[in-house]
């Protein structure tokens, strides 16, 4: 291990104390300016058919993902350069078969590891191995707080139930537990009973996000934006909730950008906190990046260290900062604060990943867009295109029982 790991981590301390380092010791990855958590895609396998994904639509196939020994080597070099946190991602993370390995791994080079997961492929044995070799946190995916609406979500019978087992399981192995719960259209009146589910697992976190909508959201927008009250009493009940539960569950809110008046930083800014790796063993500023047609990522299977990547490949620092903006972002008063927004967005519904995002308001295409959105949401086309290799499957018509 290199002078920068020993100088970075914290001597004497346990890595299960990873979460303990991040908030009290300074890393050397800041020196550089390297983001301390990264987030590892390590398949796009799933069980599930999820009409929101985040992975692109063009996903990548199990012949082509990163090896044991490739995602290890991957492992140690970000120890190496200073990052202290690994979130294990996918796809279903648990469809990899050297999913201890490479926790145990994590463990071994000092990283702080947590397992993001839709918990339908865990076993009690499964999950306690993980903890032996180190697993430091666990975050489950939820589709709703009962089966009707979150099988149906999920693309998959029985689902909800494994989720409340896995969840279980990870109380009793005294793992942390976050629910993730991702909100839309057809789950929202579900909200406070979600909430309290969370309570009832002995959650420590739960994070309501809305759908951002890119990639396989965006094709399934129809069938999942909000209606401006949905979102409107979505937020008086987190509100109500956030205060109640002081001291027992944190709740984080991601409130759908359309309905913001100004757009997310998103990933905290172009290649300024935030990066991942694919499957295929690219580097990537946020997870949709591919989606951007004419950039060309580079791969940790390339010559280049994961920090030259990360410092000086043409991707990262094509939106990074403000100098790549025009107007009306270019002159504006928030430019720092949001950078513009989400380029994979701006891409999406305008063909340039340098255009202002339409989640702004001061965007020229915000309104066409916002009423395209709000038509969808008024219009009650509840089918989903389920997530899959074949590029999507419609749910069958009937199927949806709304
Ligand atoms: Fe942000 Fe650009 Fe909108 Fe200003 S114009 S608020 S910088 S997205
Ligand atoms: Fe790619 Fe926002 S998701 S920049």
């Not at 071994?108 to 839709?118: A, F, M, P």
């Not at 609406?149 to 494994?162: I, M, Q, S, W």
């Not at 989720?163 to 259209?185: G, Q, S, Y």
Request: net charge negative; with cysteine; hydrophobic share 40%.
């Amino acid at each position: 291990m290199s002078d920068i790991l020993a100088d970075g981590k914290a001597a004497g301390t346990a890595p299960s104390d990873g979460l303990a380092v991040l908030e009290s010791q300074r890393s050397t990855a800041e020196t550089f300016g390297i983001p301390l958590a990264v987030l590892a895609e390590l398949t796009h396998r799933c069980p599930l058919q999820c009409p929101y994904c985040s992975n692109p639509i063009e996903l990548d196939r199990g012949g082509s993902e990163l090896t044991t020994e490739e995602w290890k080597k991957v492992l140690s070099e970000l120890a190496e350069i200073g990052v202290l946190q690994i979130h294990f991602s996918g796809g279903e993370p648990t469809a990899r078969k050297d999913l201890v390995e490479l926790v145990q791994h994590a463990t071994d080079v000092g990283l702080y590891s947590n397992l993001i997961t839709s918990a339908v492929l865990l076993t009690k044995e499964k999950l306690s191995a993980l903890a032996d070799a180190g697993l430091c946190h666990v975050q489950i995916s939820f589709q709703g707080n009962e089966p009707m609406v979150a099988d149906r979500v999920a693309g998959l019978k029985n689902a909800h139930e494994k989720k409340i087992e896995a969840a279980k399981w990870t109380r009793e192995l005294d793992l942390p537990l976050t629910v993730n719960a991702v909100m839309h259209r057809q789950n929202l009146h579900q909200l406070q009973d979600i909430i309290q589910m969370a309570v009832d697992l002995d959650a420590d976190r739960l994070e309501v996000a809305n759908v951002q909508y890119y990639g396989w959201a965006l094709k399934n927008r129809a069938a999942l934006m909000p209606t401006l009250e949905q979102i409107e009493e979505s937020s008086r009940i987190v509100e109500e909730a956030a205060t109640r539960l002081k001291g027992i569950l944190a709740i984080d809110y991601v409130v759908p950008d359309y309905y913001a008046l100004r757009p997310k930083k998103c990933m905290g800014g172009w290649g300024r906190q935030f990066f991942n790796i694919s499957p295929a063993g690219k580097v990537l500023p946020c997870h949709a990046a591919e989606s951007i047609t004419g950039l060309e990522f580079e791969s940790v299977r390339s010559n280049h260290s994961i920090a030259w990547i990360w410092q000086h490949s043409e991707a990262f620092n094509r939106y990074r900062g403000t100098g790549w903006m025009k107007e009306p972002c270019k002159s504006c008063e928030f430019r720092e604060i949001d950078f513009g927004g989400c380029r994979c967005q701006a891409f999406a519904l305008t063909g340039d990943a340098g255009n202002t995002d339409p989640a702004c308001t001061l965007s020229p295409r915000h309104e066409e867009i916002f009423k395209q959105a709000e038509r969808e949401a008024a219009a009650h086309q509840d089918r989903f295109l389920y997530r899959n290799f074949a590029g999507g499957t419609l749910e069958t018509e009937g199927e949806h029982g709304a």
